[in-house]
């Protein structure tokens, strides 16, 4: 009997091998926050910076479960997230 398909995405294998360590972040420089495109509808996690405001780009989402997981690495909660169009 064959073995089972082990195969993964690239977003998973990445977010295995970031997983080990416990992820962070400045709290008073940077802010969470989810860029979507209002053209395709692409998103992105990331932070922005409260002084300058750029954002730095983190995990391209491609599903909810991207999201989830960006938010879990990071210890953020949904209403955290600032919302950038």
């Known amino acids: ?5 082990a195969a993964i995405s690239v977003t998973e294998m990445a977010w295995r091998l970031h997983s080990s ?3 962070s972040y400045d709290h008073e420089t940077l802010q969470p926050a989810v860029r979507t495109s209002i053209c ?3 998103k ?3 932070f922005v910076n409260r002084k300058d405001g750029h954002f730095s780009e983190v ?4 599903s909810d479960k ?5 938010l ?3 210890g953020i909660e949904r209403k955290d997230l600032r ?3």
């Not at 009997?1 to 398909?5: D, E, F, V």
């Not at 995990?59 to 491609?62: A, D, K, S, Y």
């Open 66 to 70: 991207d999201l989830d997981e960006f």
């Open 1 to 5: 009997m064959p073995a089972a398909s």
């Open 72 to 74: 879990r690495e990071y």
């Open 59 to 62: 995990l391209l989402i491609r």
């Open 21 to 23: 360590t416990a992820a």
């Open 83 to 85: 919302w950038i169009y």
């Open 44 to 46: 992105t996690a990331g």
């Open 40 to 42: 395709t509808g692409e």
